[in-house]
């Protein structure tokens, strides 16, 4: 485990933009820099901005590592139940990946009854709704309680481009976003690539309480996951050995997981209508710490401490020119 010395030592050195003006195509995500390739690949790197509540809040030692490195453990863990757009990884941070025609859903699969975002099932829940998702849940649930069976509530964005709503399979449907096959094939792969979650996590001592899956078409029309797989930022992940205790007692599990920083906003602010306060030191050192003790547990690898002694875009940048001095595209070279 990296020491919290070290991690704080990093804050003033995150990497907070991979904008490269060599390459072309760029796209800027909440936490992702993209290029499309001319040859339909795809180059996704992992900043360490934080977002949550639909915003960029700050950014977390190491977070782009974690988040790339993780993903790529679950791939691997599952390239036999679904096939994924992983082509190469040249750096730490970098995905090279084929170019997908994405669907117009996440696929969010969840065990638990939590969340503190507008579109978390407790939410809904601790506001009466009995149906969430097309799923029928029973009266008398508490927050993070277990569910009776694992259910599928996908998301998608409205017309107007704001931020995910939930709705039931059969939105997708009648809106024309997926077909009846697309769906059933996107239900079976992601309860199959959950329940393998699930028992990775088991094994370590984890519970894998709920998860996003998004997934695009290949040049063939082949259904392919995409973007990041279980990851702290994906998905949600509790200490198994204290989850009862606290639970039985009202308080919050204990989480290696995004949830962390949302509820420390949450405390402290309502994060859709207020300001939200700058995240302290302290805070951000403490979650980078979680999101490193997740990959650890998950992969039973330590996590290799990148070279500290130049910037992550210029390491980034050397990696790149790397990989493109191997490849046909001299026209690109950084």
């Known amino acids: 485990m990296i020491d919290s010395k070290i991690i704080r030592v990093q804050i003033p050195n995150v990497l907070t933009e991979a904008y490269f003006e060599e390459l072309p195509n760029y796209y800027k995500g909440k936490v992702r820099e993209n290029y499309d390739l001319p040859d339909g690949k ?26 790339t490195q993780t993903a790529k453990f679950w791939f691997e863990e ?15 941070n970098v995905v090279v990946g084929r170019k997908l025609e994405m669907l117009p859903v996440e696929v969010v699969v969840r065990d638990y009854l939590t969340g503190s975002t ?23 649930l508490v927050k993070n309680d277990v569910l009776p ?25 009648e809106n024309n976003l997926l077909s009846v096959e697309q ?40 259904i392919t996951l995409a973007d990041e797989i279980h990851t702290p930022d994906s998905s949600r992940y509790w200490k198994a050995d204290s989850y009862e205790e606290l639970h039985s007692a009202g308080k919050e599990p ?3 997981d995004k949830e962390f920083l949302r509820l420390w906003i949450a405390e402290r602010c309502d994060p859709y209508r207020d300001e939200i306060p700058e995240i302290p030191d302290d805070v951000l050192v403490e ?34 020119e790397k990989y493109f001095s191997n490849k046909i595209y001299t026209q690109l070279l950084i």
Not at 78 to 91: A, F, G, S
Not at 294 to 316: A, D, H
Request: negative net charge; proline residues 5%.
């Open 254 to 256: 204990e989480s290696l």
């Open 78 to 92: 599952t390239k036999d139940i679904c096939p994924n757009h992983v082509v190469e990884y040249p750096d730490p």
């Open 42 to 67: 795809r180059i996704l790197i992992s900043t360490d901005r934080q977002s949550a509540f639909d915003k960029v809040l700050s950014a977390v030692p190491f977070k782009g590592q974690i988040l």
């Open 149 to 173: 069976e694992t259910i599928l509530t996908p998301s998608t964005k409205p017309d107007d481009g704001s931020h995910d709503i939930s709705v039931a399979p059969e939105y997708l449907i």
């Open 183 to 222: 769906w059933e094939e996107l239900a079976e792969i992601s309860l199959a690539l959950f329940a393998k979650g699930k028992e990775v996590a088991t094994k370590n001592g984890l519970i894998l309480v709920d998860t996003k899956y998004e997934f695009g078409l290949d040049s063939d029309g082949k």
């Open 287 to 320: 979650f980078s710490g979680k999101y490193i003790k997740l990959f650890e547990t998950v992969t039973g690898k330590e996590l290799e401490l990148p070279e500290l002694n130049i910037s992550m875009k210029e390491r980034i940048k050397k990696n790149l």
């Open 118 to 140: 507008d579109t978390s099932a407790w939410t809904a829940y601790s506001k009466g709704e009995r149906e969430f998702c097309g799923n029928k849940l029973p009266d008398g």
